[in-house]
């Protein structure tokens, strides 16, 4: 498998190294949009009184992606110390509760309460709003082509990605 860079294309790669802008890259610009976007919502998110150590898991438990401790750390890619701190605050917060399995002992799987279910709503619709806003003045077809050109950057990245893991 070659590397994307390497393969042969029609038109000349978009970057120079030898007159390279770093505000210009692409991959700059998503950086501070991501930045820009995580501070928006963490903002948004305190007007539910909910920080971002505490929508996400409360959001992975809710759309399903987790049920476990164990879980919620490989989702969210943080190590298992930090979400046993994170748990144990979202519990004393009432927001979730621990609820060990009734067919296998050793695991312990974690459940909203109402008070989490409650909280949990608002997550998507901040999430959409926060959206809607950065595609203010975009068409739907440009967001589409939007979604869509980033969906064929991420493709790229895990297939350089693939590359090396295999090399």
């Not at 998507?124 to 939007?146: C, I, M, T, Y």
């Amino acid at each position: 498998m070659q590397i994307l860079s390497r393969q042969k294309t029609a038109s000349p790669p978009p970057y120079d190294g030898a007159h390279y802008e770093v505000a210009e890259s692409i991959g700059h610009q998503l950086v501070s949009l991501v930045q820009m976007m995580r501070r928006e919502v963490e903002l948004r998110m305190a007007r539910h009184d909910l920080t971002d150590a505490q929508w996400k898991p409360l959001w992975l438990l809710k759309s399903g992606r987790a049920a476990t401790a164990i879980e919620l750390a490989r989702e969210a890619c943080v190590d298992a110390g930090a979400v046993t701190r994170m748990v144990d605050r979202l519990e004393d917060k009432g927001l979730i509760e621990r609820v060990r399995s009734e067919t296998d002992r050793r695991v312990v799987h974690l459940r909203l309460t109402p008070a989490g279910e409650a909280a949990a709503a608002h997550i998507p619709h901040v999430l959409a709003s926060v959206n809607n806003d950065l595609l203010q003045g975009f068409s739907e077809r440009d967001w589409k082509q939007l979604r869509r050109l980033v969906e064929r950057m991420l493709a790229n990245a895990q297939t350089l990605q693939g590359a090396e893991e295999h090399a």
